[in-house]
């Protein structure tokens, strides 16, 4: 999304397909902790709204928490207790004039990201 710093694409690679409905948390880390976002991923696997608007960024450290486990319990892929539950990506963010993407590709039992555009 052009109008946020951070976008997502959450990838079920188990499936081949967007890790649609997926809740996805936004955390600022540093400077000054604070809650930024709330969103259940599209059926896309992407953010409804804009994550992190220009008028609320700060440079520092932010954490996406991906609810992996719940997504996957949905069709009964997920083991119990579960390999993964909720998957913290923390990243670096620092040019208000940038874009920053993190694609998340996830099975029940492994993950990867990058940054990407």
Do not use: K, W
């Not at 400077?31 to 994550?51: C, K, M, S, Y």
């Not at 700060?58 to 997504?71: I, K, Q, R």
């Not at 997920?78 to 996830?106: I, K, T, W």
């Amino acid at each position: 999304m052009s109008d946020s710093i951070l976008s997502l694409h959450v990838l079920d690679t188990s499936r081949g397909q967007p890790g649609a409905f997926m809740r996805v948390e936004l955390r600022r880390l540093a400077p000054d902790p604070a809650p930024i976002a709330d969103v259940v991923t599209d059926a896309n696997g992407r953010a409804p709204v804009p994550l992190l608007p220009h008028d609320r960024f700060v440079p520092g450290t932010y954490e996406l928490s991906f609810h992996v486990a719940a997504y996957f319990r949905r069709d009964g892929r997920c083991p119990e207790p579960p390999f993964l539950d909720v998957v913290p990506v923390r990243v670096g963010l620092h040019d208000p004039a940038g874009h920053y993407h993190v694609p998340l590709q996830v099975t029940p039992f492994a993950y990867a990201t990058y940054r990407g555009n």
